[in-house]
């Protein structure tokens, strides 16, 4: 009974940890928008009610396992003293009570080490029960899992040259009939009769956001189910050759960018620098101090949007697959580099005859290479294939897009290879995780100490302690006083029932001092580990980007782990006061053990020493060594399709287990350690006990009763040496976890809120923005990005930005939120943004990034996540980010408000999670909406309707600031900025920069396969 009382709680306990830890690893991986949306403190009640429910499973098992242990002690005490004297009537005499008090003593130390051994292994039984439930439950892809019945023939992917589909239906996620379970929204691709890719040219895969393009190449990679439709039914991915694929949502290693684009493959120098001219790295790289050795960070923080893109596909480039799956590439990027890629790359000698299958929104500058094309339908059919020529024949949408100025393609891109500095070692950005060395700072003890409790608390559970220890030595005495009244006394003038009274009450005693000590005790704990907590998720939520920039989430998720459950304060206390109270009652009754007892603490001490020095440095590389195995873990999960699609699961495997060997080595040394002080010091403690025993009964004339209470307590002694070495060698490790969670609470901050830095109540009324001399760097002594940059928005204008890879477009925004440093004045509706609160400033402004993030859970917690607004509300944001009219001609799986997305929005296009991101920008009704690239992945026709959708829906007095690649996105705004450099180099209305010969805006629509269409938007806008 006990044991299954414990497993429930120990389960729940499990659960509720693994929620809190849920919410603290999705809160890390979407941080940037928390901070960028103004949602610390939301996000904070969140995490700290987390807490709460599983303090709440904490406290409950603390009491049990206190509980438990008095029962089974007093239970097993109690009965052997009651049954041999007041029911058997046997006497009591010294040599039977202090002979079976050592094996009482024992025994119960083996029952709490019983207790402690069911603890863990029913810990060890939940997360075996729930890697179990993992296993059997997770679904697996199509190549893991045995077939049953008949098998339908597919093409052999050794034998087979062909690439594609014959009568084939894919889902992402099955249940028993065949149909999208209700993790993922109901889509399925259906390839009728046949379709083929032809081989050694380019192929491109066309349709709108949403149709399916992606879900073809992962469908052709086998990332989805195959539902054969007839006997011909198979599809096939040659593989003899090799795979590469380049993923729409770019995925980059926490490595330098050399290490991304070779991925474990030779270096070539050749080839590596002919790869980074044709994917137009170069320019790039020498904004980098380290050149190509620079390190990316985690999911590429330091990289932007195109950068990223281009990595991946230097990657795909330079590898030596024969088959390239290329993820829509091309949206990131702006059209000067997107036709350098182009004409460099897919018309180079690095892909020729190799076969391409590009999925892509660039129809325009794509068309003319391209070979071979197919179009996808919304409802997940192919509505046409064939030639370039035939898929713009029936896809009127297609060849409005494909329309090109005959003299784009004519224009060559020539520009001279870069000499890039490959051999640059500095770069270094992901700080190497703190080793301290030395002794612990003992400020981080302090703050865990005066979290415990007040003035008050220490005198009152000290006391109590001390008492109780007192009242078990107590007990010991009074039970061989009682004793040897057999000796002294006749056995019938001795009262048992008096006697037994007497010892049951110091008993009750020292349970009922013990016990509130222990409780006082538990709750202070729980108490100190609350406020640990919430300071540390303060502290991290109210970092800077910067900081987050340099240090690995796996790290921070690490402190919220293991570390914050360390803890034996208790343990050292009880054993001190043990030990000097045993001690003591010795000294007392036989003053000659003070000197090996003495001589036995200096040689434990000593002893101790050794081993604190050895342990500190191992438990602090035992604690550095699991984030590498956590990080790892996570970013081979993020790129799972990537690593399979390369066949590099072999290379994860390997680079994974020798992690975690690293972390094994660490902690068997641990263990090892720990053997070694034990085997010393329950040496020591046994000599000491035969040294006193030998002159108790050689040496020294004393009763019985004192002779057997000396050994008894000299036993103790020499048993609580061990234990106390212990827990005092643990109290440093105990510290050291203390410290690691220091360092993240004295991390960098942003300004704190301030009662002065509150707006009024009607701020912002509208969306002027005004900025003088705006200058902007991402840490202090790093190089500006922003330079003196003045101009003025007028509530209600639409102003586009536009620029180069590093121009200043994104540094911009993140100015405009205070989230790197800055110097200048900005002006919000008249008001210093300097002189706001950040909460209020970011909570009033809203950004789209490029690369949304979602959160788990359904559609309206993602638009909604706090539940502020009405379900009307919602409906009308998605309307005017344009879902429906993506949805209009879909037969199944439109997303509606209860449609679930999971994590990160995986089961969504990026085009999807753009259009979602902007709906929930729109819910805000913000007076300043700023888009950063936020329509980068979405068809140009679904982008045309949401930005008229924008234009109609937002209020007149909201300032809309777009930052696009695409022309069209903001050349019907009320003005256009140009930077080049971290410079304002334009900035007027659309026509009268075009008039202007030599401009920079003017050369970027020129360069566009759209310039005629483009100067007659611009044209339309004059009044």
Request: charged letters at 20%; proline letters at 3%; a neutral charge.
């Amino acid at each position: 009974f006990t044991s299954r009382l414990q497993h429930g709680i120990q389960k729940g306990r499990s659960k509720a940890a693994d929620a809190r830890v849920g919410v603290i690893s999705e809160t890390m991986s979407v941080l940037r928008m928390i901070k960028l949306f103004g949602w610390e403190m939301k996000m904070l009640a969140r995490v700290n009610e987390k807490r709460e429910a599983e303090l709440t499973w904490i406290w409950k098992r603390e009491i049990f396992q206190m509980v438990a242990n008095i029962v089974k002690y007093v239970a097993m005490l109690a009965f052997n003293r009651v049954l041999r004297t007041a029911i058997m009537k046997q006497e009591l005499r010294p040599s039977i009570v202090f002979s079976t008090i050592p094996v009482f003593n024992m025994l119960r130390g083996q029952l709490e080490r019983t207790n402690y051994r069911i603890v863990q292994f029913i810990d060890g039984k939940v997360s075996l029960d729930r890697i179990n439930h993992f296993l059997r439950n997770t679904e697996l892809l199509d190549s893991f899992t045995e077939k049953e019945g008949p098998v339908t023939e597919v093409l052999s992917p050794e034998t087979s040259p062909e690439i594609g589909f014959r009568d084939a239906t894919f889902h992402w996620s099955n249940d028993a009939d065949g149909a999208a379970t209700s993790s993922k929204y109901k889509f399925a691709l259906r390839i009728e009769d046949e379709l083929l890719f032809k081989r050694r040219c380019i192929n491109l895969v066309l349709g709108p956001t949403g149709s399916g393009k992606t879900s073809l190449l992962m469908a052709l990679l086998g990332e989805m189910h195959f539902t054969p439709t007839s006997p011909r039914s198979c599809y096939n991915l040659p593989r003899a050759g090799g795979v590469a694929y380049a993923a729409q949502e770019s995925w980059v290693l926490n490595q330098t960018i050399r290490d991304n684009i070779l991925f474990g493959a030779e270096y070539d120098e050749e080839r590596y620098k002919e790869v980074l001219y044709q994917c137009a790295l170069e320019r790039d790289l020498e904004l980098f101090e380290a050149g190509d050795k620079s390190e990316v960070g985690e999911k590429g923080l330091t990289l932007s949007g195109g950068q990223k893109a281009r990595c991946t596909l230097a990657r795909a480039i330079y590898s030596k697959a024969e088959i390239l799956l290329l993820d829509d590439v091309l949206s990131a990027l702006d059209v000067h580099t997107s036709k350098w890629i182009v004409e460099k790359c897919f018309a180079g000698d690095l892909v020729r005859g190799r076969t391409i299958i590009l999925v892509t929104h660039n129809v325009a500058l794509v068309a003319p290479i391209a070979q071979f094309a197919v179009s996808v339908g919304l409802n997940g059919r192919i509505l046409n294939q064939g030639s370039v020529a035939d898929a713009l024949q029936h896809d009127e949408v297609l060849a409005h897009e494909a329309k090109t100025d005959p003299q784009v393609m004519e224009q060559a891109v020539d520009a001279e290879p870069v000499v890039v500095n490959l051999d640059t070692t500095a770069g270094k950005l992901i700080l190497a995780e703190e080793l301290q060395l030395g002794r612990v700072k003992w400020s981080a003890v302090g703050m865990y100490l005066s979290g415990l409790g007040g003035v008050g608390f220490y005198p009152v559970f000290l006391g109590l302690y001390v008492i109780s220890q007192l009242a078990e030595i107590l007990e010991t005495w009074y039970l061989g006083y009682f004793a040897s009244l057999y000796e002294t006394s006749a056995p019938g003038t001795i009262s048992v029932s008096y006697h037994l009274g007497i010892y049951g009450l110091i008993l009750l005693f020292d349970i009922v001092t013990r016990s509130y000590a222990n409780v006082i005790f538990a709750y202070a704990v729980l108490r100190a580990s609350r406020g640990i907590h919430r300071k540390l998720i303060e502290s991290i939520l109210g970092t800077t980007l910067r900081w987050l920039d340099i240090t690995p989430a796996s790290r921070v998720i690490t402190r919220f782990t293991t570390d914050i459950s360390a803890g034996t304060l208790s343990e050292f206390v009880h054993d001190t006061i043990s030990i000097s109270a045993t001690f003591g009652a010795v000294v007392l009754l036989t003053p000659l053990f003070s000197v090996p007892g003495v001589l036995a603490a200096i040689i434990g001490g000593t002893l101790g020493q050794l081993f604190i020095k050895a342990q500190l440095s191992v438990k602090r590389e035992a604690s550095n060594a699991k984030a590498p195995v956590l990080g790892h873990i996570g970013a081979a999960i993020a790129g799972l399709v990537s690593i399979r699609a390369y066949g590099a699961e072999g290379a994860f495997i390997e680079e994974s287990l020798r992690r975690i060997n690293k972390y094994t080595r660490v902690a068997r040394t641990l263990t090892n350690l720990d053997r070694w002080v034990g085997v010393r010091l329950a040496a020591i403690g046994n000599i000491l006990a035969a040294i006193l025993a030998t002159y108790l009964v050689y040496f020294h004339q004393e009763r019985s009763n004192n002779v057997g209470f000396s050994l008894t307590m000299a036993a103790g002694f020499s048993m609580r040496i061990l234990a106390w070495v212990r827990t005092w060698n643990e109290i440093p490790i105990f510290a050291i976890s203390l410290e690691r969670i220091q360092q993240y609470i004295t991390i960098e901050q942003e300004t704190k809120p301030t009662e002065a830095g509150k707006p009024p109540a009607h701020w912002p009324s509208s969306g002027e923005l005004i900025v003088e001399k705006l200058t902007a760097r991402y840490s202090l002594d790093g190089p500006e990005v922003l330079r003196d940059i003045s101009f003025r928005i007028n509530p209600g204008e639409r102003v586009g930005i536009v620029g180069r890879t590093g121009s200043g477009k994104s540094s911009l925004t993140l100015a405009l939120l205070r989230c790197i440093y800055t110097e200048g004045t900005v002006h919000y509706d008249g008001i210093p943004t300097a002189s706001v609160n950040l909460d209020a400033l970011r909570s009033q402004i809203t950004i789209i990034p490029q690369m949304p993030e979602l959160l788990s859970g359904t559609l309206r917690h993602n638009l909604d996540p706090f539940g502020q607004y009405e379900d009307l509300a919602l409906t009308n944001a998605l309307r005017a980010a344009g879902l429906f009219s993506l949805q209009e001609e879909m037969d199944e799986g439109q997303l509606v408000l209860d449609s679930l997305i999971s994590s990160g929005g995986q089961n969504l296009s990026v085009g999807q999670r753009q259009i979602l991101a902007l709906g929930r920008a729109i819910v805000r009704d913000s007076k300043l909406l700023i888009l950063d690239e936020a329509t980068s992945a979405i068809d140009y026709k679904t982008d045309a309707i949401i930005q008229t959708s924008l234009r109609n829906e937002l209020k007149p007095d909201v300032t809309v600031i777009t930052i696009a690649h695409r022309l069209q996105t903001i050349l019907d705004s009320d003005k256009i900025m140009v930077l080049d450099e971290g410079r304002i180099v334009e900035f007027d209305a659309p026509q009268v920069l075009l008039g202007n010969p030599k401009g920079k805006l003017r050369a970027l629509v020129d360069e566009s396969g759209e310039k005629e269409k483009l100067y007659a938007m611009a044209e339309s806008m004059k009044f």
